[in-house]
T-cell receptor
Framework: GENVEQHPSTLSVQEGDSAVIKCTYS??????FPWYKQELGKRPQLIID?????GEKKDQRIAVTLNKTAKHFSLHITETQPEDSAVYFC?????????????FGKGTKLSVKP | DGGITQSPKYLFRKEGQNVTLSCEQN?????MYWYRQDPGQGLRLIYY?????DFQKGDIAEGYSVSREKKESFPLTVTSAQKNPTAFYLC?????WGQGKDTQYFGPGTRLTVL
């Protein structure tokens, strides 16, 4: 089955710097890759997603890139702000699989220091 | 995601007791999910349901049970057979199984503590 590894587990940056979180997946048939942001004690919320027919997607300060050959995808946050501090989860999904469920990485705790 | 509610927010259970966590959605979503979240472990799938009166085991179903008698509701029972039930439980739903309709929306969660 699919396995998703996420790095780093913690990341600390200065306000205004960029942050990059990387995930690798094992199932080459996976074709949907969402990113969720979870603030302390709150529910995970989708911030951006990408499908396998696209190499990059951008939404204001957030971008996701996908390298299907290497089986990894990354979240890029530019001009970080203190409100970006949260735990970020990546996930992968294979629509062609029998279950087609999301498999999550273990999360990255991002701290943005003012 | 405001259309998914979970109750209670906090739940305390004595060892040997069964407890039921509520999940309700008014988004008219077909699919619903239960995840367990432990520190440093990410989200792990317990059970999921694609349609009313049908549900499937996820990766860590042992010690849990569910029902899906109504489209809006997907309660999770944590039984006494679950050896380490203390965790944060998240319910999620998505419109249906097709591409483009598969964004999962999460409820606010229930924090279960075994005393």
């Amino acid at each position: 089955g699919e396995n998703v590894e996420q790095h780093p587990s913690t990341l600390s940056v200065q306000e205004g710097d960029s942050a990059v979180i990387k995930c690798t997946y094992s199932d080459s048939a996976s074709n949907y890759f969402p990113w969720y942001k979870q603030e302390l004690g709150k529910r995970p919320q989708l911030i951006i997603d990408i499908r396998s027919n696209v190499g990059e997607k951008k939404d204001q300060r957030i971008a996701v890139t996908l390298n299907k050959t290497a089986k990894h995808f990354s979240l890029h946050i530019t001009e970080t702000q203190p409100e970006d501090s949260a735990v970020y989860f990546c996930a992968a999904k294979n629509y062609g699989g029998s279950q087609g469920n999301l498999i999550f990485g273990k999360g990255t705790k991002l701290s943005v220091k003012p | 995601d405001g259309g998914i509610t979970q109750s209670p927010k906090y739940l305390f259970r004595k060892e040997g007791q069964n407890v039921t966590l509520s999940c309700e959605q008014n988004l008219n979503h077909d699919a619903m999910y239960w995840y367990r979240q432990d520190p440093g472990q990410g989200l792990r799938l317990i059970y999921y349901s694609q349609i009313v009166n049908d549900f499937q085991k996820g990766d860590i179903a042992e010690g849990y049970s569910v029902s899906r008698e109504k489209k809006e509701s997907f309660p999770l029972t944590v039984t006494s057979a679950q050896k380490n039930p203390t965790a944060f439980y998240l319910c999620a739903s998505q419109l249906d199984w097709g591409q483009g309709k598969d964004t999962q929306y999460f409820g606010p969660g229930t924090r279960l503590t075994v005393l």
